[in-house]
């Protein structure tokens, strides 16, 4: 039964967030979820679930990501579906951001999801087969003040995403007169809107960590407010979110761009817009 079962590998997907939401839905639909987190203990409702094969994964530790990648392979033979949904947040004025805070947001959000890419694609390759799915945000296209690091990686996420998608599309339009397709891996960038998750809460903790404001020290109270910033009452709840998402995913040919959640029409409009008009809503919602 395995063999007719997609194997679907998400990472960052501790309890309260998207990607265990996104694990629930795919394993509604029949699929084999490889359930990963940094901790076991984040994911405890999935252990005794046959339907999870729950991995302990830190996508910035390159040991951590060819063991997971490897323990899949040889369990099930394949990955059909990469979801690269762990990331974290950064809050604070750029010029007074740790280095250290940055540089982990970085390796999270956008050197973690490489190193997943770079693990997977190989066996996606052999079998000419396999699905990608980056999840990035509306904030990338449109960022909110004190964000300036967690936009900038998201930002790096979507155009890493589209580079990925046209690299495939150019090496398929180079064989279309063949029945060679050299990868046949579909790319898919998600940018989720407000959704009611538990990334907020870990943002609040590592801004808790930050030290003492010097330049920005009057915009405090500002800063801590986004920090601790949580999602509005009609943010899109997260099983709504992954039941869309992964309705979307299974087709033959996903699109390359998804977006779902609260004000992410409205942000897709916002992000087309001239320069100048943006910044004049900005100023204007600011007030």
């Known amino acids: 039964m395995e063999d007719q079962k997609q194997i679907v590998l998400i990472t960052g997907c501790s309890q309260g967030g998207i990607g265990h939401a996104l694990a629930h839905e795919f394993a509604s639909k029949g699929c084999i979820v490889v359930a990963s987190s940094r901790s076991k203990r984040t994911m405890a409702d999935l252990e005794n679930d046959s339907r999870f094969f ?68 190989p066996h996606m390759a052999a079998r000419k087969k396999g699905k990608i799915v980056n999840i990035g945000n509306i904030g990338a296209v449109s960022p909110a003040p004190w964000t300036s690091v967690y936009c900038a990686s998201k930002s790096s996420l979507h155009s890493l995403t589209d580079t990925l998608r046209h690299h495939v599309e150019y090496l398929l339009a180079l064989y279309k007169r063949s029945e060679l397709h050299p ?11 407000a959704i009611k998750s538990n990334i907020a809460n870990v943002a609040a903790g590592n801004y808790s960590r930050m030290p003492e404001l010097k330049l920005y020290k009057p915009f405090e109270n500002i800063i801590k407010e986004r920090a601790y910033f949580k999602e509005p009452p009609n943010a899109t709840p997260t099983e709504i979110f992954a039941r869309k998402t992964v309705a979307v995913l299974f087709r033959d040919k996903p699109p390359t761009w998804f977006s779902s959640g609260k004000y992410s029409t409205l942000v897709e409009i916002y992000s087309c817009m001239p320069n100048f008009v943006k910044d004049f809503l900005a100023r204007r919602m600011m007030k």
Do not use: W, Y
Request: proline share 4%.
């Open 54 to 121: 729950v991995q302990e994964l830190d996508v910035v530790s390159d040991e951590s990501v060819g063991n997971v990648v490897a323990n899949v392979i040889e369990k099930f033979g394949r990955i059909d579906i990469l979801v690269n949904n762990a990331g974290v947040l950064c809050i604070g004025p750029l010029a007074e951001l740790p280095l250290s805070a940055i540089q982990n947001a970085f390796d999270v959000n956008v050197f973690g999801a490489m190193s997943m890419i770079q693990a997977v694609v």
């Open 183 to 193: 990868f046949g891996i579909h790319v898919t960038l998600v940018a989720p809107g």
